[in-house]
């Protein structure tokens, strides 16, 4: 029996910096392309890689403005990869995040992803793997905040049964962990009232009235607190508690990914010296971000940057969040069936 998703049933003006942040995200979100570099060889062509990880061309697709991309980007202008022996070009497309694991196979290699994601595709047939960790939840850098406007009338996670709740995925890890922390507090999770919307757009939704509240993280956090909304917790530690869990993922085709596993491991050891850069050089690290994430300068200037953070462990370690995961689920209601987390997660 396979385990599916389970469908759910059903002011004052922003700060000037979340106005610019909102453009700028829109203008990256609806441009005709995306930004594409490439740390060496032959650019953007398809993938060459083949046969026991032989190959040395692949394709990576990020996220826009995530803090996420930064190890891959610090790896590409360090010259990390090549060193490595890899020729990695990098995309930012402009599809919905939730769509990157689709095109894997087509246009990309590896793609950043979530644990429900995951699932999902592995229920609906796709040949799906996690290839290794990415970036954690932490404390100063909140994975999925739980914000209100002033003056709202919910005041805590206890009040948000029936109410509307904003967020770039109703099916993703963001909102299955708020789920699960509103369940921990005695509300039943499916009288929440999930809404789509592209992130950038979220803040301005929140602050018209269109969303009661809604999930958010850095950069878009810090200027609707500073406008007078009201960061309610984070979902992630609210759920999970410690240690903290990833947030985010590196997923491949299976197939890809069984043939290509010396090139996934040395990407993987180009990220890992990449994280030491960033702990070593962090005005450095600060520079490549605020050029490559799309930001204006002075939000990207302001993102939380922790190295520390990012963890891009293989094997045993995502199989055991895998499972967390599936545990989650099926107590939010959200998730039936069987699944094998081990299936999941390529053997490094």
């Given at each position: 029996?396979?385990r599916?998703?389970v469908?759910?049933r059903?002011a004052k003006?922003i700060?000037a910096?979340?106005?610019?942040?909102?453009?700028?995200l829109?203008?990256?979100?609806c441009?005709?392309?995306?930004?594409?570099t490439?740390?060496?060889?032959?650019?953007?062509g398809?993938?060459?890689?083949?046969g026991e990880g032989?190959?040395?061309?692949?394709?990576v697709a990020l996220?826009q403005?995530?803090t996420?991309n930064?190890p891959?980007e610090v790896?590409?202008?360090e010259?990390?990869f090549e060193k490595?022996?890899?020729?990695?070009?990098?995309?930012?497309?402009n599809?919905?995040?939730?769509?990157l694991p689709?095109a894997l196979?087509?246009q990309?290699?590896?793609?950043?992803?979530?644990?429900p994601?995951l699932?999902?595709?592995?229920?609906s047939?796709?040949?799906?793997?996690?290839?290794?960790?990415?970036q954690?939840d932490?404390p100063?850098?909140?994975?999925?905040?739980?914000v209100?406007?002033?003056?709202?009338?919910?005041?805590s996670?206890?009040d948000?049964?029936?109410?509307?709740?904003?967020a770039p995925?109703?099916?993703?890890?963001?909102?299955?962990?708020?789920e699960?922390?509103a369940?921990?507090?005695?509300v039943?999770?499916?009288s929440?009232?999930?809404?789509?919307?592209a992130?950038?757009?979220?803040?301005?939704?929140?602050?018209?009235g269109?969303f009661e509240?809604?999930l958010?993280?850095e950069p878009?956090?810090?200027?609707?607190?500073?406008?007078?909304?009201?960061?309610?917790?984070?979902?992630y530690?609210e759920?999970f508690?410690?240690?903290?869990q990833y947030t985010?993922?590196?997923?491949?085709?299976g197939?890809?990914?069984?043939?290509?596993n010396?090139?996934i491991?040395?990407?993987?050891?180009?990220?890992?010296e990449?994280?030491g850069?960033?702990?070593?050089?962090p005005e450095?690290?600060?520079?490549i971000?605020?050029?490559?994430?799309?930001?204006?300068?002075?939000?990207?200037?302001?993102?939380?940057?922790?190295p520390d953070?990012f963890?891009f462990?293989?094997?045993?370690p995502?199989?055991?969040n895998?499972?967390?995961?599936?545990?989650?689920?099926?107590e939010n209601?959200?998730?039936?069936?069987?699944?094998?987390?081990e299936?999941?997660?390529?053997s490094?």
């Open positions: 029996m396979s599916r998703l469908p759910r059903g003006p700060a910096v979340l106005v610019a942040l909102v453009a700028a829109l203008v990256a979100a441009g005709g392309g995306s930004d594409s490439s740390s060496g060889g032959t650019g953007g398809g993938s060459e890689t083949g032989g190959g040395s061309s692949i394709r996220v403005a995530a996420a930064l891959v790896a590409a202008a010259g990390l490595q022996g890899l020729d990695v070009t990098v995309d930012t497309p599809i919905p995040f939730s769509q689709a196979g087509k990309y290699d590896l793609v950043i992803g979530t644990e994601g699932i999902t595709a592995a229920d047939g796709i040949d799906l793997k996690a290839v290794s960790g990415l954690r932490n100063k850098d909140p994975g999925a905040a739980l209100v406007p002033e003056g709202s009338p919910i005041k996670i206890k948000i049964g029936g109410k509307s709740v904003g995925s109703t099916v993703g890890n963001n909102f299955s962990a708020l699960c922390w369940r921990k507090e005695g039943d999770p499916s929440i009232r999930g809404l789509e919307a992130t950038p757009q979220i803040p301005e939704l929140l602050e018209s269109r509240s809604a958010l993280f878009l956090l810090k200027p609707l607190v500073d406008g007078g909304s009201t960061d309610l917790g984070n979902a530690q759920c508690g410690e240690p903290s985010s993922l590196w997923l491949a085709q197939s890809w990914a069984e043939e290509n010396e090139a491991s040395k990407f993987l050891a180009a990220l890992e990449a994280q850069v960033m702990e070593k050089d450095g690290s600060r520079a971000y605020i050029k490559t994430s799309g930001l204006p300068p002075e939000a990207a200037e302001n993102t939380p940057i922790i953070e963890d462990s293989q094997g045993e995502i199989v055991e895998i499972e967390l995961w599936v545990e989650v689920l099926e209601g959200t998730f039936e069936g069987e699944v094998d987390p299936e999941l997660v390529l490094p």
